[in-house]
């Protein structure tokens, strides 16, 4: 057996009490509070993780749904423009004397690209159209209100640039030549 003063003890003895036991529980308390705030980190972390996924599994399905949009668009303006060079074809065989005023370049013309158009071109087709209008002048009528940057931009019918609204429109100005107006059909 040991003596109660053995070498043992007092080395024990001495080593407890070089560390002060205050001390020993502040880094404890500090190790617990930055414990918990990487916890909290991580659950942060953990729900950005989740709620980003989620928002990019949504925009990537929103992402699908407008391209396949857009391309069944591209699709049904393909057909459109086919079939009004079609109409355009069958009507200067039957009447080429209307067809004398537009030029033979934009009449039976294969497109190669897709030119995007400007919008107001589309708007002012569209309003000449709609109204049953057949003046293809490139000056405004100012009923209309269409302004000085649109009438700049217009287009000139007779320039046979082979552009999707143009087609449109130079058939419209066909249609207004040959007299079918709103609700007549066209001959057989």
Same mark, same amino acid.
């Given at each position: 057996m040991d003596?109660?003063?053995?070498?043992?003890?007092? +080395?024990?003895s001495r080593i407890l009490s070089m560390v002060n036991a205050d001390d020993v529980s502040a880094i404890i308390l500090a190790q617990k509070n930055m414990l918990d705030r +990487?916890?909290? /980190?991580?659950?942060?972390? !953990?729900? +950005?993780?989740? !709620?980003?996924s989620a928002r990019l599994q949504q925009m990537n399905e929103r992402f699908l749904h407008h391209t396949r949009t857009l391309v069944e668009m591209k699709r049904d303006l393909d057909s459109i423009f086919r079939r009004i060079r079609t109409l355009k074809g069958k009507l200067a065989r039957q009447h080429p004397e209307a067809f004398s005023h537009i030029p033979e370049a934009s009449l039976l013309e294969d497109e190669d690209e897709d030119p995007i158009?400007?919008? /107001? /071109? =589309?708007?002012?087709? =569209?309003?000449?159209?709609? =109204?049953?209008s057949c003046d293809t002048s490139p000056a405004p009528?100012?009923?209309?209100?269409?302004s000085g940057r649109q009438q700049r931009h217009s287009p000139d019918v007779s320039s046979g640039s082979g552009e999707p609204c143009l087609e449109i429109l130079s058939f419209a100005t066909l249609v207004c030549h040959l007299g079918l107006a709103k609700g007549t059909r066209l001959p057989p």
């Open positions: 003596p109660p003063d053995s070498a043992s003890r007092v +080395f024990c +990487f916890e909290k /980190t991580n659950e942060m972390l !953990l729900n +950005f993780n989740n !709620l980003s158009p400007p919008s /107001t /071109t =589309t708007t002012i087709a =569209t309003s000449e159209q709609s =109204t049953g009528r100012s009923s209309e209100g269409v």
